[in-house]
């Protein structure tokens, strides 16, 4: 029975991964507040969401044209991962659970100094629901194509 909850919160927390590869990819700004950067002499940032502008159809990446794009916002949401996707005119708001609340996820966004300004690294951890209630955890880099994540 922990095997298979580990296997769960493993199979979903790649699936997040998943996701950040491809919706990332098509990225074309990334909300002004949620820049990184580098303050009083730190020598790392970290959030825990990132807004980003990319490709509504993440198959048909278009970097010149800006009217097929949505906003794309990676959380938390009553305790769980989630991907929302807003702000075209034309669409909706959509929610898409990416890891479950039962596993408690945690997500970070870092940079570091020395990192190349369109390089991040994203961490996502879990912890199960049986006892001894293992943690998972995962990190994991991303590159941007067109844009830069620090200020």
Do not use: C
């Amino acid at each position: 029975m922990i095997n298979r909850e580990r296997y769960n919160m493993l199979s979903q927390i790649n699936y997040a991964f998943e996701d950040m590869a491809i919706r990332t990819k098509s990225a074309v700004r990334v909300d002004s507040s949620l820049l990184f950067s580098l303050t009083g002499g730190a020598i790392s940032d970290t959030k825990n969401k990132f807004k980003f502008f990319g490709e509504e159809d993440i198959y048909t990446i278009t970097p010149d044209n800006n009217n097929d794009n949505v906003w794309y916002e990676y959380r938390l949401q009553n305790g769980a991962l989630v991907i929302e996707n807003f702000g075209n005119t034309t669409h909706s708001r959509e929610t898409v659970t990416l890891v479950e609340a039962k596993y408690q996820p945690a997500i970070t966004f870092s940079w570091y100094d020395g990192y190349e300004p369109n390089f991040l690294t994203v961490t996502i951890t879990t912890r199960g629901t049986i006892p001894p209630r293992a943690q998972v955890s995962r990190t994991q880099g991303l590159r941007f194509w067109f844009i830069d994540i620090k200020k």
